[in-house]
T-cell receptor, first 110, second 112 residues
Framework: EDQVTQSPEALRLQEGESSSLNCSYTVSGLRGLFWYRQDPGKGPEFLFTLYSAGEEKEKERLKATLTKKESFLHITAPKPEDSATYLCAVQAGTGNQFYFGTGTSLTVIP | EPEVTQTPSHQVTQMGQEVILRCVPISNHLYFYWYRQILGQKVEFLVSFYNNEISEKSEIFDDQFSVERPDGSNFTLKIRSTKLEDSAMYFC??????????FGPGTRLLVL
């Protein structure tokens, strides 16, 4: 069965303390891996799309990377406003549906 | 910036009642989706819709659910006879020719 696993489940960082979130996947025929940010009670907000191993994308303090088995979301010098749940989703095979992980809840302490 | 909108933001209903959740996808998008998220759980795929028909559906999307694009802008999810376990956040999403799906803010459905 296709599976997407995110770790850690929760992460507390001091402001300025860089870290990485992990998304590992076991799917056949990966077509894309997507990172979203979700604030409490809101919809997922698109961050990045990665299509092939070795690809990297950056936006402000965030950088996403992709290998054949996993993706990392690196957060450099985070600020309190980066506090949110970060979701990873994959699209695989011939269908368009996304398979989501359970997310990593990030808290950045001032 | 174009965005997906959803109404209502909150819906409370009695078990057995019908509900219709509404979405306005991004205007030039071709693919439309419904997902749900039960409190504390992962986002789950329900259905995708393209060219006026369902293109994929999950096991969750049983005969109690239906989708429709009644006009050129709206996309609806109907639950015919709600159950307690239908309580969740329901997200609409849309995508263009690319793969990226853009999500709406969600409708929080509570079935009593």
């Amino acid at each position: 069965e296709d599976q997407v696993t995110q770790s850690p489940e929760a992460l507390r960082l001091q402001e300025g303390e860089s870290s990485s979130l992990n998304c590992s996947y076991t799917v056949s025929g990966l077509r894309g891996l997507f990172w979203y940010r979700q604030d409490p009670g809101k919809g997922p907000e698109f961050l990045f799309t990665l299509y092939s191993a070795g690809e990297e994308k950056e936006k402000e303090r965030l950088k996403a990377t992709l290998t054949k088995k996993e993706s990392f979301l690196h957060i450099t010098a985070p600020k309190p406003e980066d506090s949110a749940t970060y979701l990873c989703a994959v699209q695989a095979g011939t269908g368009n549906q996304f398979y989501f992980g359970t997310g990593t809840s990030l808290t950045v302490i001032p | 910036e174009p965005e997906v909108t959803q109404t209502p933001s909150h819906q409370v209903t009695q078990m057995g009642q019908e509900v219709i959740l509404r979405c306005v996808p991004i205007s030039n998008h071709l693919y439309f989706y419904w997902y749900r998220q039960i409190l504390g759980q992962k986002v789950e795929f329900l259905v995708s819709f393209y060219n006026n028909e369902i293109s994929e559906k999950s096991e969750i999307f049983d005969d109690q659910f239906s989708v429709e694009r009644p006009d050129g802008s709206n996309f609806t999810l109907k639950i015919r006879s709600t159950k307690l376990e239908d309580s969740a956040m329901y997200f609409c999403a849309s995508s263009g020719l690319g793969e990226t799906q853009y999500f709406g803010p969600g409708t929080r459905l509570l079935v009593l």
